[in-house]
């Protein structure tokens, strides 16, 4: 528990440090208003609701977490300090958590740098604020499954740029199962069961299933399983990196 | 004893990186590790400090099997990678907190012990400083202060003076020297001079194997240039100095 401590304390000094936390961040708070009131029209609407808002996440984070994590692995084994932290007494376990909780949080704090537009529609309007909160919580474990996804990615490669573009690919793949066209043109391959299925394992499936104001067991568990696996599957990687 | 090594074997696809190796180290020995580029140093040392998982044969550190409890002997030891890597962001104060905290301290432990390791490896006042705008010589002692933070009675250093100039190296020395009297060592280097000034014994490795182990002295008799005729003896250097 110290080494998780110690290494995501760590994490979060080297995101602190370096320029390109707040880089990212302020360019997916530039990117969400943009998308929100230009794509989104957010004021057309005329209704004082962060669904416009909400309907974004998805893609942004797609692009924007694959970057926050692709130097979590990818850095390490590029620079040799790999050899430091596989030569602690430390379980790896410990270090993949540790990295993955402090990446987390960056996107938790970029999330929580959106709320003056939940302040304003209040300002604005009488919005469901237990639908807006619903939203939030599902976007925030949404983040963690991006997350974990670019760091699995991360853990392939001594290349943050190959990290980046692995860990979009497959987020995009995860997440664009659920759009309507994506399982229309599948439909006559595999069928509409199947491409029903696929939908039903689509983050977009999950996510918006937590837009209707609420958040089932269900995808609380897609998005836990879903991190899980990656986090997993980054626990294997860097400890066949011991096997030589 | 310290470190047991007993037939230690491994392979990266089909080339024999270490084959069969086997010594031991005990306390206020410094045992120098020399051979050719590319001989097998590494990768025994990563073998012994756990960073790599041999293919056969084993590693006891206070008779722990490294491969059975890794992190229970990973307690025990000091290591020192190749190029001491280090996080250039980080200050070395905060680089060796990092290092005591992820190592299990808690956190007045910690403190004591960076403070106690910066201490014996002459970091001085530029603790404060990033990493990435020191000297090489000074990240190297900062590498060296990691090694030494839990205070292991086993130090394994991979090429701790490589790199360095001549003062800088003399430092290093010193404190090698300095903390041999009570630990065991080993150390790879391709300092021959290094070799007769630090150790008591010289290993030295070539294509994978052993092929001498003995007080440095002892390996230099019989040849005119000392320990370099019999380094380039052993390792088959001899035919194209000839």
């Known amino acids: ?244 | 004893m310290l470190l047991e090594v007993d037939g230690l074997s491994k392979s990266f696809g089909r080339r024999a990186a270490v084959d069969d190796i086997s010594f031991a180290v005990d306390v206020g020995e410094v045992v120098g590790f020399l051979g050719p580029n590319g001989a097998g140093k590494t990768t025994t040392m990563r073998m012994i400090a756990g960073y790599l998982e041999p293919d056969a044969g084993r590693v006891r550190v206070f008779n722990i099997d490294v491969a059975e409890d890794r992190a229970r002997a990973q307690h025990r030891v000091g290591y020192l990678p190749e190029g001491a890597p280090l996080y250039g962001e980080m200050t070395p104060w905060t680089f060796l907190r990092f290092i005591a905290e992820a190592r299990g301290m808690p956190k007045d432990a910690a403190r004591h012990a960076v403070s106690r390791a910066a201490q014996d490896a002459r970091l001085g006042d530029s603790i404060e400083r990033t990493i990435e705008t020191l000297s090489k010589g000074y990240r190297r002692r900062v590498g060296l202060a990691a090694a030494l933070l839990h205070d292991p009675l086993l130090l394994v250093l991979d090429e701790p003076t490589d790199g360095l100039d001549p003062n800088q190296r003399q430092a290093v020395r010193d404190l090698i020297r300095r903390l041999g009297k009570e630990r065991g060592l080993l150390l790879s280097t391709h300092s021959l001079e290094e070799v007769a000034a630090v150790c008591t014994r010289a290993i030295v490795i070539h294509e994978g194997r052993i092929v001498a182990d003995a007080p440095p002295a002892k390996l230099a008799e019989g040849h005119a240039d000392g320990l370099e005729g019999a380094f380039r003896a052993l390792t088959g250097g001899a035919e194209t100095v000839q």
């Open chain 1, 1 to 244: 528990m110290r080494s998780l401590l110690a290494v995501y304390r760590r994490e979060i000094l080297s995101y602190a440090t370096t320029p390109t936390a707040y880089v990212f961040v302020a360019v997916f708070l530039f990117a969400i208003g943009l998308f929100t009131f230009q794509v989104g029209g957010f004021f057309a609407e005329r209704r004082a609701d962060l669904s416009g808002f909400f309907a974004f996440h998805p893609w942004l984070f797609m692009v924007f977490l694959p970057a926050v994590a692709m130097r979590l692995w990818s850095e390490e084994a590029r620079s040799g300090a790999l050899e430091l932290l596989l030569t602690l007494p430390a379980p790896t376990w410990a270090l993949v958590a540790g990295k993955f909780l402090a990446a987390w949080t960056i996107a938790a704090i970029a999330l929580a740098l959106t709320t003056p537009l939940w302040i304003t529609v209040n300002l604005l309007g009488d919005p469901d604020n237990a639908a807006i909160l619903t939203g939030y919580i599902a976007s925030l474990l949404m983040a963690g499954a991006y997350i974990a996804i670019g760091s699995a990615m991360s853990a392939l490669t001594p290349s943050q740029v190959v990290a980046f573009v692995l860990a979009v690919l497959a987020a995009f793949l995860l997440t664009a199962l659920g759009l309507p066209m994506v399982s229309d043109f599948a439909t006559p391959f595999v069928g509409g069961a199947v491409a029903e299925a696929l939908t039903r394992f689509s983050i977009l499936h999950h996510f918006d299933a937590a837009q209707r104001g609420v958040i089932e067991l269900r995808s609380i568990y897609y998005f836990g399983s879903l991190a899980i696996l990656f986090l997993g599957y980054t626990w294997l990687a860097i400890d066949a990196r011991r096997g030589g």
